[in-house]
């Protein structure tokens, strides 16, 4: 059996679906399952699994399932190191998001991310202690710090709202998903010149650390064939896979 | 080593044998053994230490949310108690116990491993603290047995003294110190300032800057005052317009961070392209020599001391004085000891005013694993 994971709500579920259906793939949802379990049409080989977009990357991880798809930045997120653990077969061409570095407006004499980090070691040496960054994406955010050379900041962990923050008062700068960056403007916010940590898409991802048995190899293969007929998606994977 | 190492009764009785040794040798220089506890508030080492410390740092979540961590090392929790209480300087304080490090991209390396060492703190004559310390770790090899082993020197106060001989503006200056020890960065800064065209247009006035605070005024301040933005404005546009380093001087720091060899020798190199620069660093170099005259009268081997300038030690709060030394196990060179100066720890761990500070680590098991031979 081979274990795919789709999001099981929102505008990236029905992405999914549509992107399905126009492969030719349509998905029948399991009776009495609570919407949480489904097949595919013709495919007995395959169970799918509706999750939350951030359990499909930890599952990924974790090599509870097969395949799944969710968002690039929770992926990354999830996994700083992919080699080894994970495969991206495919970006799908929606969902689309930017994870970005965001200061307030006011602070009109920072644009790039080499003046953040003259204002982060200011910050730490006026205050002898570090500037706040408020994220979610605690790992990507310390890459590319690392990457920017910035150190004197530390990370405030947020669930949710962080566009908020830098007004609440708990923590400086932030670092969020956005997609037009209207509600960081509506925040006081502004994006640095140089701050796009990473553009994100929904992708079809696999987990390299999953229980890989020749049944599910051959399910893969089959339903990756359907999906990219011509594509080399299928033989791409399998060169990542353990023998 | 495995990344979780298993130590068994030989390799017990052989790292309490030479502890038993080294710390000893330690309590014969005044120095006392404390010990931190393992598990440590995680605030001290994230708020207080730098990226490459906070990544390398384990940290964990107790049943009520406060934030731990593994001590990463024992110099900012043993720093940590001087300054909390209130401990009269001189300062002399040894240790010997297991330090933890998550190992990013490299999961062979061991997560946890010994450190022995002695930190000296707030003692007012640093090149007699730089004598005793360098002294302190040669025979502390000796007591182990460890001979043949090379050191490698260098300078952050060098490079600041340098810096700020720069014709450059001040956030330039304080930018290059701030990178000196990430390899590339600071060299790939130089020949910018030096051959770039570096010209940015920035609103310059106070009322141009006002102005655009003004328009702003619905945005966060975001713990900045509007002073400190406007000072900064200010200075970044004035910075803009001045940035430029005479090539010739550019080229001469470069190749001068580039020098890295015998240290009589390579330390003649530094004194010839500062004379090329036109930059005089008398008391830098005249420290660094008694470093050397300390060493000579250890009766090292001068051929068997390194002066690097552009010494990247790996723990960002060193700020002059820095050291390795190094041996070989049967995989290749390793690093038995570092250590240096971290005059501005203590002053960063709630310290009401500047406190000198130097030491030492030294990793046990690879001492012992390099006596057991490389060749």
Sequence with gaps: ?243 | MAAFPYYDSKAIDALNGQAVSLLGLFASRGYGREEPAVLQPAEIFLDRSGEEIRRRTFTLIDPSGRELCLRPDLTIPICREAVMSKRSFPARIAYNGLVFRHQPGEPHRPTQFFQAGVELLGLQDRAAGETEILSLVVDALKVCGLSDFTIRIGDLALFNALVDALALPAGWRSRLKRHFWRAGYVESLLYWLGHGDGKAKLPGTLEEIEALLDARGDAPMAGRSREDIITRALDRAADAANLRLDAKVADAVAQLLDISGPAEESLAKVRALLATAGIKLDPQLVAMDARLATLKSLNIDPARVQFTAHFGRNMEYYTGFVFELWARDKEGPVQIAGGGRYDSMMEMLGAKKPVSAIGVAIRTERVLAAKRGGK
């Design chain 1, 1 to 243: 059996m081979l274990t795919l994971a789709i999001p099981s709500k929102g505008r990236l579920k029905d992405n999914c679906n549509a992107w399905f259906a126009e492969r030719g793939v349509v998905m029948e949802m399991a009776a009495g399952a609570r919407g949480y379990r489904a097949s595919f049409a013709g495919m007995p080989d395959v169970e799918v699994m509706l999750l939350s977009a951030g359990e499909i990357a930890s599952s990924l991880l974790a090599g509870d399932i097969h395949l799944g798809i969710t968002g690039e930045d929770l992926l990354r997120e999830e996994a700083p190191e992919l080699t080894g653990r994970m495969h991206l077969i495919k970006p799908l061409g929606f969902g689309f998001a930017d994870v970005v570095v965001a200061v307030s407006a006011y602070w009109i004499d920072v644009a790039t991310m080499a003046d953040l980090d003259d204002v982060c070691a200011a910050y730490a040496g006026k205050h002898k202690r570090r500037l706040r960054v408020a994220t979610k994406y605690a790992q990507l955010t310390r890459q590319f710090f690392a990457l920017n050379r910035i150190s004197d900041y530390r990370i405030v962990p947020s669930q949710g709202a962080t566009e908020g923050a830098p007004a609440a008062g708990t923590a400086e700068v932030i670092v969020d998903i956005t997609t037009t960056g209207a509600t960081l403007r509506d925040n006081g916010l502004k994006i640095l010149d140089d701050g796009v940590i990473l553009k994100s898409q929904a992708q079809l991802a696999a987990s390299l650390t999953a229980d890989w048995s020749g049944e599910a190899r051959k399910a893969c293969e089959a339903l990756l064939t359907r999906l990219e007929p011509a594509g080399p998606l299928y033989s791409a994977l399998v060169a990542q896979l353990p023998r």
